[in-house]
Nanobody, 115 residues
Framework: QVQLVESGGGLVQAGGSLRLSCAAS????????MGWYRQAPERSRGLVAS???????NYADSVKGRFTISRNNAKDTIYLQMTSLTPEDTAVYYC?????????WGQGTQVTVSS
């Protein structure tokens, strides 16, 4: 069954770090772009960072210099290293995978940054 497995969310104090992981199931073929989106309460979901199969990256302006996305193509897994976290980073973080044929979303993982 095609699925995305996310992990690594949690509660952290401002200034701290967290690392998120997202692994695509082995039957997910034709993966092109993998990325992270986030949605805070009463706000729309928006891009945090994405990475192509050739490892071209794209970041939201608000996370540039603080977050780093990386990818292991052999494992169809991406990582989001988040540093210097602020309360404004509090949100549900969703993994998204774009294949040749479709988009897939993970179930989301909560990241809460306390002040």
């Amino acid at each position: 069954q095609v699925q995305l497995v996310e992990s690594g969310g949690g509660l952290v104090q401002a200034g701290g770090s967290l690392r998120l992981s997202c692994a695509a199931s082995s039957d997910m073929l034709g993966i092109q772009v993998m990325g992270w989106y986030r949605q805070a309460p009463e706000r729309s979901r928006g891009l945090v960072a994405s990475i192509t199969r050739s490892e071209t990256t794209n970041y939201a302006d608000s996370v540039k210099g603080r977050f780093t996305i990386s990818r292991n193509n052999a494992k169809d897994t991406i990582y989001l290293q988040m540093t210097s976290l602020t309360p404004e980073d509090t949100a549900v973080y969703y993994c998204k995978v774009t294949t040749h044929w479709s988009d897939y979303w993970g179930q989301g993982t909560q990241v809460t940054v306390s002040s």
